[in-house]
């Protein structure tokens, strides 16, 4: 089952925020991620809130489900009214598999964000999307319902990689996605690879990311498979029918990764994002990375508005019964003290490209900053201008990096 929501203080029913919160949120990034908990099956290796339909049981269908969604949207305007939010920047659906709604389902939510909140003359609008549940034809109802960007799960190339991480796909299918998404009128396009898993060899890996960097996307992400307690894949590997994932093969992996993105054109921008131009970079992740603001609808979405930050319920029907008794659908929620703030922002900025400035940095870890640079995990030349950058070693120790930063 998908992982625990966090611990945290009990949500006002109305779902208000402080005002401080409202205040301090002004003229700061506001973003939108739209949660679509649907999927045709679970892959073995996720535990993020999705269901299947016999994981759903009754009360909840996909037909009705944005329907309720446009419910959180109107609360979220109640709440967020007189806060003197920019229009919104970027919008991302994730899940689940929002490719399994209609486009115009999503259209509406779009329209409807639009309306409550106004769009940035150059919003970005992403949707994930598995490669077996678009087609042409869906894709240029995305375009006109305002999508401008399209993220596509093909985590491998290899036939036996797919079926151990319970991929539907078929070889190949992802990259022609990438083709009828330009066609389509897409202008960012973003692979997702996962490497490390079980089976997986180097020349399998290599395969996978040819084949990505052939279909030409604009960005190429590439993840570590971890292994989440509770997935059937965790079950696997603890019964020895699958090998744990090792260390040292998944930092050989993210080295084969980088070099042949470089190779290509593409430049890493953070630890596990590439991308061949500044535009074509994910701005809604962006968001994510420099403390900015977000609401998250659906259930178990997470959100932040100046320094509050909550999550809402995790499954459907208790997500719609909230919203139909019109209370909102948090779970729980807590407000960040300015040391909270700063870890996270150390921690979320080490992993940028443009990295961190040094005067964030407490005096301590300033003075450690020389020794990391000597062990080869920051670039000389970026403290030299005042910022901490990873170098590729860095990278592979960016947890390393960011404790001694935090504890020196």
């Excluded at 203080?9 to 949120?25: E, N, Q, S």
């Excluded at 509406?108 to 909140?117: C, D, M």
């Excluded at 990259?175 to 690879?193: C, K, M, P, S, T």
């Excluded at 279909?215 to 570590?224: C, I, K, T």
Aim: glycine letters at 10%; proline letters at 7%.
């Amino acid at each position: 089952m998908p992982s625990a929501l966090p611990q945290g203080d009990p949500p006002p029913p109305d779902g208000r925020l402080p005002a401080a919160a409202l205040d301090a949120a002004r003229d700061r990034p506001f973003g939108v991620y739209v949660h679509v908990p649907f999927c045709t099956r679970r892959c073995g290796y996720c535990d993020f809130n999705t269901y299947t339909a016999t994981e759903l049981g009754p009360g909840v269908n996909q037909g009705n489900y944005v329907d309720t969604m446009l419910r959180e949207i109107a609360l979220a305007a109640d709440v967020l009214a007189g806060a003197a939010l920019p229009p919104v920047s970027t919008i991302f659906f994730g899940g689940g598999t929002p490719t399994l709604l209609p486009a115009e389902h999503l259209g509406l939510v779009i329209r409807e964000v639009a309306e409550s909140f106004g769009l940035a003359a150059d919003v970005e609008i992403t949707t994930e999307a598995n490669p077996e549940t678009v087609a042409p034809g869906y894709l240029g109802k995305l375009r006109a319902a305002g999508f401008t960007r399209i993220s596509v799960g093909m985590q491998s190339a290899v036939p036996r990689v797919l079926a151990v991480l319970d991929r539907e796909h078929r070889p190949g299918r992802p990259e022609q996605v990438v083709a009828e998404a330009r066609a389509a009128g897409f202008e960012h396009v973003n692979l997702d690879l996962i490497y490390g898993a079980p089976h997986e060899t180097d020349a399998d890996w290599q395969a996978s990311l040819d084949a990505a960097v052939g279909a030409g996307p604009d960005h190429v992400s590439a993840y570590a498979l971890v292994v989440e307690e509770g997935t059937a894949l965790a079950r696997q590997v603890a019964s020895g029918a699958v090998p744990a994932t090792d260390d040292d093969v998944q930092a050989d992996r993210y080295v084969m990764a980088d070099e042949t993105l470089r190779a290509a054109g593409y430049d890493w921008y953070e630890i596990s994002n590439w991308a061949r131009t500044a535009s074509g970079r994910c701005r809604h992740n962006e968001l994510y990375w420099s403390d900015a603001n977000w609401w998250g609808f659906g259930p178990g979405a997470h959100s932040h508005v100046g320094g509050v930050r909550w999550w809402n319920v995790k499954h459907p029907t208790r997500y719609a019964a909230l919203l139909d008794a019109g209370a909102s659908p948090a779970a729980g929620r807590e407000t960040l003290d300015a040391d909270a703030r700063w870890t996270e922002r150390v921690m979320l900025g080490v992993r940028r490209r443009e990295g961190l400035p040094v005067a964030e940095l407490r005096q301590p870890a300033r003075q450690a900053l020389p020794q990391l640079a000597t062990w080869g995990l920051l670039d000389p030349g970026s403290l030299h201008a005042g910022r901490v950058t990873l170098t590729q070693r860095g990278r592979l120790m960016a947890d390393a990096v960011v404790k001694e930063l935090l504890t020196a």
